[in-house]
Each structure stands twice: as C-alpha cells, then as structure tokens.
C-alpha cells in the first residue's frame, strides 16, 4: 500500500532556519553551527538558546537559571506519579507527567516543557527502583542535575561532560518523525506541550528513538567481539534489523556517532560498568557493516546516531528502557523551536493522500 509515497523519502515538507542533515557529506548543521563546533564545546543550555533565538519574546541571553527554576517548578507534578503509572515503560510514565502540563505558546511553557521530561524521567526510574524522586537544584546546569535527580548523589565533572555533549548531539536533526509530527501539531495551533506530546509519541518508536536500548540488548546477545559476524548474520537471516544501522537521510556514517564515540572515550572505560563495551561495539559496528555492505550492496547502510548512545547512556548508569526518554531531554529543545517556527509560517500543514481503494459499485443495493 502506498507504493512509492511510503515514507514521504526526499519529499520536503518546511523551511527552516534551524538544522540541516546533509545526508551525502555526513554533516549536521545546527543554526550556523557544524555539530563539531558544538558538541563538547557547548552546554545543552546555550544549543537551546541558540535553537530558541528569535522565537520567544523576552528569551534571555543565558537559560541556565531559567530552566533549572523551570526544573524545580515541575517537580510538583510528581505527585501524581502512582503505582498504575510507575509500572508502565518509563517513556509512557513520563510523557503522562508531561501531559499534566498546560498549553500555551510562550516561554514559560517552553521552558516548563524542557524540564519535563528530566525531572519526570528521573522521578520515574527512581520509582521504579522503589527510591523516592530527587527535588531538583535550580543552581546546577541541566545535564548535571539530571545525573543528580536520577542517581541521588553528584555525578562526576566526566559524566556531567558526556551527557551534555550527547542532548548537544541530539538536540535537533532536521524534518526527523518525531519534529515533523511536532510540527504537524503546531500547524493546527494546538500548543507547544501538544507539539511536545506528539513528538514523544513519534519518538518512543524503536525505528526513531527507541533503538539503543535494543542495541544494548544486540551488545548483550553477541557477548564476545569474535561472535559478532556469526550472531549479525543470524539476526539478518531471522529478518531482523539491525539495531543502530541505516538511516533515511545519511549515506554515510551518522555525524553524531563520531561525536559519541568520542564521549564515550573521554568518558574512559574505566567509568564503564562493563569492561570491554566499548572494543565490543567497535567490534560489532565493523562486523554490521560489512554484512550490511554484503546484504544490500544497493543502499549504503551506515552506522547511525544509535550504537554509542546506546553505550553512552549505559556507561552513564540510565536503566536501558529509560534511554528514549533521555533522548527526549534533549530533542524537546529542537521541537519547541521547530513548533514555533511552524506557528510563525501560520499554515495548517495538511496533505493529500492518493485514493486507490474501490470505486462504489453501480446499483449497490442499499444496506440492511
Ligand atoms: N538492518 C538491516 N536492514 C536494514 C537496516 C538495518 N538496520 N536498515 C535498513 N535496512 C534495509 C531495509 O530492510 C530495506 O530492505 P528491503 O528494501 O530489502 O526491504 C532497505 O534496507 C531500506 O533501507 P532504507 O530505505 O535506507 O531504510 P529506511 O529509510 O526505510 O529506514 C531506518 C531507516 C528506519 C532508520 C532503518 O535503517 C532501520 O530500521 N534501522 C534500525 C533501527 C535504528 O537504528 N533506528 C534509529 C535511527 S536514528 C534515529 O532515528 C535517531
């Protein structure tokens, strides 16, 4: 069904001033900014700033302390997190919480929206592990708090640099399913937090942000580098996908990956809970590849975004089904900016789709 509109592959569908996915050079533009120039270099804060400029009235030069107050404020939403919720996934308990939020289109939604999904998560994944929630400190930068809320005690300064150059990395990535369906939703001038809610629908999905837990699990089931080839080809064989491979846009490997590699390296194995992860995953990415080159030697199927998020977010001790929730902490950013700008475009987005159903028979008789 569909035919060749499956997937809308190479249609655009906006304008936009906020991020470009070159696809054949392997090159991620952020406002200006190469994702080199940021990632390690910036805070998650000033990317948002950045994302954020001329978009809000009375957006401040720095939003550090205007999220970390924004943290604080939702953290009374927490109440409502009970048994029923905290045994669903984390992503649905989370994006629960944030559904409690009210709509609205200035900046202090914005900035409520952005604290959400940290504070929210952390209390979640506490609860799961029967701990009380962490009442956020307004005074630290967001990805150190988000440590903080989520482990009860400070994280190291290494940590606090790796996840901050990963919601650098993540922050936004073009006409992507989760900032297209934000958009959608801002087209109709529904509210930044339903923009915000339909962007966490679109990203729980393992073929968007849901894919490095099952990485995690693929690092797990290959065990030993010497069995990757043989467990891909399984995998391959059963009509699996292989987890943190290919992507609808890049034809070469995925920018953000070298920079997660490289956080996942300055984070030292020695901060990893499992030794050895990381010359598994290099292991594994070498041996996807070539079966990936071998399988389907017409599409070049690079490694994505996905593999060393996977092993970021391990290293750094978030429970596996938490990580898309992680992965909205910092794409939130991106769709409040996609949001507004599709507000200030002011056009309802709605396509056409192309009939190819029946045609209504002559002379039918009428129903019963
Ligand atoms: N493993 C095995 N085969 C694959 C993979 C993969 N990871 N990716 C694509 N293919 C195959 C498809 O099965 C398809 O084969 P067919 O034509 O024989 O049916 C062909 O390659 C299609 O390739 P594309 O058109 O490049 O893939 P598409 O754009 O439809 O999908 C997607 C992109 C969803 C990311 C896909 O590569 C995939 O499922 N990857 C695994 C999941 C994943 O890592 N998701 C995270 C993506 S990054 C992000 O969203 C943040």
Redesign the pocket.
């Given at each position: 069904m569909g035919g060749e509109l499956d997937?809308l592959?190479g249609v655009v569908a906006a304008e936009t001033v906020l991020s470009e996915v070159d696809g054949a050079a392997g090159r991620l533009i952020i406002r200006g900014f190469t994702l080199d120039e940021l990632s390690g270099r910036w805070t998650f804060e000033a990317v948002a700033r950045l994302l954020w400029g001329g978009f809000f009235d009375g957006l401040p030069d720095d939003l550090r302390p205007a999220i970390g107050a924004a943290r604080e404020e939702v953290f009374g939403e927490v109440r409502a997190l009970d048994a029923a919720l905290v045994a669903r996934p984390p992503m649905e308990a989370m994006r629960a919480l944030t559904a409690r939020l009210s709509d609205g289109d200035d900046l202090a939604t914005a900035l409520r929206l952005t604290a959400a999904p940290a504070v929210f998560t952390a209390a979640v994944t506490r609860a799961r592990a029967s701990e009380a929630a962490v009442a956020p400190d307004a005074a630290l930068g967001h990805a150190e708090d988000i440590l903080r809320m989520t482990r009860g005690a400070p994280a190291r300064r290494a940590e606090v640099a790796a996840l901050d150059a990963y919601l650098v990395a993540?922050a936004d990535?073009g006409l992507?399913?989760s900032t297209f369906a934000a958009r959608v939703v801002a087209s109709t001038r529904a509210g930044l937090t339903s923009s915000v809610l339909a962007g966490l629908s679109a990203l729980k999905g393992?073929?968007?942000?849901g894919?490095p837990g099952p990485v995690i699990e693929m690092l797990d089931a290959v065990g030993e580098p010497r069995n990757a080839r043989v467990w891909l080809e399984a995998a391959?064989d059963r009509g699996d996908?292989?987890?943190?491979?290919?992507?609808?846009v890049y034809r070469v490997r995925?920018p953000r990956a070298d920079a997660l590699r490289r956080a996942v390296k300055d984070l030292g194995e020695g901060s990893n809970r499992l030794p050895g992860r990381l010359a598994l995953a290099e292991a594994v990415e070498a041996a996807a590849l070539a079966v990936?080159a071998e399988r389907?030697p017409e599409?070049s199927?690079q490694t994505?975004?996905?593999l060393y998020t996977g092993l970021l977010l391990e290293a750094l001790a978030f429970p596996r089904d938490a990580f898309a929730c992680v992965f909205a902490m910092a794409r939130v950013a991106g769709w409040i900016a996609h949001a507004r700008e599709q507000q200030a475009a002011g056009r309802l987005i709605r396509p056409q789709s192309r009939y190819v159903g029946p045609e209504p028979a002559e002379g039918r008789p009428a129903a019963a």
């Open positions: 997937g592959e993540v990535h992507n399913a393992p073929l968007h942000g894919a391959l996908r292989l987890m943190g491979f290919g992507h609808r995925d990936l389907k599409r199927l994505n975004v996905e």
